[in-house]
């Protein structure tokens, strides 16, 4: 199982419980490591509108009805 012993965002837990790896999500959207992993991991860290629009684009082939208020408070 994904994300064993780790604090992770709304967003982070819903790739975990769906199986998706933080790689897939890098490899769909074009973002760095360090950008994914920060918004997986770190609640404090918010994406850019260009960057939650990459995000929800790659995450709506698992799941189309997913919106951004699904993850992010904005």
Known sequence: MFGLGKR???????????????????????LNKNTVGDLVNDSDRSP??????????ALREIDPSVKSDDFWDM
């Open 8 to 30: 992770r965002t709304k967003l982070g837990k819903w790739i975990d419980k769906r199986g998706v790896t933080q790689s897939w999500l890098r490899e769909k959207t074009g």
């Open 48 to 57: 850019t509108q260009s960057t939650m629009s990459k995000i929800l684009k």
